[in-house]
């Protein structure tokens, strides 16, 4: 099961079906199903997504592991902001934002706290790894 497309909706399966819990890299971590429209296809797309939470919103970062480019989840969101999102057993509507200085680095900081290994992956790649803000619509 090398296909990244493979590995997410075996996560996905995992996380509806254990009210958001998953195992292996995701145990013990807070981790949202991301739903976005295709910037290209305009296809629904789901994406699970490691996040941290800061006051009323959820925080995640695209990084991508550390790689060079944005995961496709990012364009996706810069082309239609208004996402839904999947924590637990509840989902709900959220404006997705991208945070600008000093917040992104206070964020991006405070997920490192929870989840070290994003250390790893600004020192990975030489692009700034986008941190994406969710806001609840209300």
Known sequence: ??????????????????????????????????????????????????????????????SKGGAPTNPDWYYNILANPLVSVETGTEQFQARASIAVEPERTRLYNHMVEMMPGFAEYQRKTVRVIPVVILTPVK
């Open 1 to 62: 099961m090398s296909n990244p497309n493979e590995r997410n909706m075996v996560i996905i399966q995992e996380f509806r079906a254990n009210a958001g819990k998953v195992g292996g890299p995701f145990a013990g971590k807070s981790l949202l199903l991301l739903h976005t429209i295709g910037a290209k296809s305009g296809q629904p797309r789901i994406n699970p997504v490691a996040c941290i939470r800061d006051s009323d919103r959820l925080v995640i970062i695209a």
